[in-house]
């Protein structure tokens, strides 16, 4: 069956370090890849979308990377802040199915310590 | 400003009792879509519609019903709500379906007694 996995223990790091996410998935042909951050009791918020014959994306202290061979996004976040600290969700288009359904991981919860 | 906005945000209701929670987008937005976010499960795909009188199932429709007779307008019906549709929801529009970043508004926390 097809399933996204994110790690759901929370990470937590010191201010400052990089702070890296990952997102796997199975049995998916994804078109694009897009990561959300969710801060309690509100909707998700996107913060980048990364398509299939993209290797990495970068934006501002942010950085995906992308392998379809590995079936890996790695989510960076460079010289992190204490207002990082948030869930971050990823979230898949599947290529190979005919709806155009999105499906998000159960998200990986960011601590950062100051 | 652009934003998606849900009413209500908060609702306790009983089983059975019809309800409708309603979504509105002012970006005009061709893409909108309900989810339901549970404790371990993540963000479940409900309905979502293409455009105007479009609609099609998300991984979790049943027990739920939605209609798109305007653009801006995605609302939700639960027409006999159970328990297990205790949640908190989101609405969300993309300018298309194909690939540009969802608008979430910000949640209907929903309990069915």
């Known amino acids: 069956s097809q399933k996204i996995e994110q790690n759901s223990e929370a990470l937590n790091i010191q201010e400052g370090k990089t702070a890296t996410l990952t997102c796997n998935y199975t049995n998916y042909s994804p078109a694009y890849l897009q990561w959300y951050r969710q801060d309690p009791g509100r909707g998700p918020v996107f913060l980048l979308l990364i398509r299939e014959n993209e290797k990495e994306k970068r934006k501002e202290r942010l950085k995906v990377t992308f392998d379809t061979t590995l079936k890996q996004s790695l989510f960076h976040i460079t010289a992190s802040q204490p207002a990082d600290s948030a869930t971050y969700l990823c979230?898949?288009?599947?290529?190979?199915?005919?709806?155009?359904?999105?499906?998000f991981g159960s998200g990986t919860r960011l601590q950062v310590q100051p | 400003e652009a934003q998606v906005t849900q009413n209500p945000r908060y609702l306790i209701t009983v089983t059975g009792k019809k309800l409708t929670v309603t979504c509105s987008q002012n970006m005009n937005h061709e893409y909108m879509s309900w989810y339901r976010q549970d404790p371990g499960l993540g963000l479940r795909q409900i309905y979502y519609?293409?455009?105007?009188?479009?609609?099609d199932k998300g991984d979790v429709p049943e027990g739920y019903k939605v209609s798109r007779k305007e653009k801006r307008n995605f609302p939700l019906i639960l027409e006999s709500p159970s328990p297990n549709q205790t949640s908190l929801y989101f609405c969300?529009?993309?300018?298309?379906?194909?690939?540009?970043?969802?608008?979430f508004g910000p949640g209907t926390r929903l309990t069915v007694t």
């Open positions: 969300a529009s993309s300018l298309t379906g194909q690939g540009y970043e969802q608008y």
């Open positions: 979230a898949l288009r599947p290529l190979d199915t005919g709806r155009r359904a999105l499906t």
């Open positions: 519609s293409m455009n105007v009188e479009v609609t």
